[in-house]
């Protein structure tokens, strides 16, 4: 078992979480909540980031300019799919404004839920990662290249390593259910 790799495959999805919680955001308008959004464009899907400029306006609104006027209606079309986060969405000429609402109670419990969603899949992908190296430590000891003594120790630390991760996870977790809560 390589320490190293494990800890880089389990570092690679609590930086997906990261980015996946910076676009949970409760009530206050930020570019991050819809850059990652999937549009049809040039025959293919792409994030809106790589597609227009997104800035905030005053009060809880962003607009959104795109780089090439013929794909307008391609990104309104693609903000008014995704109804989780609740935008009201118009084409202001060559600017698309996206207002995002402010939050009652039963609105931040969803997103609660969306985030609790989240967690879970990054514990899952986590949980993956653990089989993937058990089956190669178990290849490893059926194979006679360690002994029972080493196969014990690296699973014991590969335990060790979910844990520490799936820790991480949850006090991300803790701390994004705050912040979605903060009134």
Known sequence: MDVNETRSRMTKVILLLAEELAGLKAGRANPAMIERILVEAYETKMPL??????????????????????????????LNVDRNLGLSVSVDGPTIRVGVP???????????????????????????VRHEVM???????????TNKDERFDQEEELQKITDEFVGKIEEMGKAKEAELLQI
């Not at 609104?61 to 990104?75: H, M, Y």
């Not at 109670?105 to 986590?126: G, Y």
């Not at 089956?135 to 290249?145: G, N, Q, Y």
Request: glycine share 0%; charged share 30%; proline share 4%.
């Open 49 to 78: 980031l790589e597609l227009a400029t997104i800035t905030m306006a005053p009060p809880n609104q962003l607009l959104i300019t795109p780089f090439d006027q013929a794909i307008i209606r391609n990104i309104e079309k693609a």
């Open 102 to 128: 402010s939050l009652t109670q039963e609105r931040r419990e969803q997103f609660v839920k969306i985030l609790n969603q989240k967690l879970e899949s990054a514990k899952i992908m986590i949980r993956q």
């Open 135 to 145: 089956t190669e430590i178990k290849r490893s000891a059926e194979a006679k290249e």
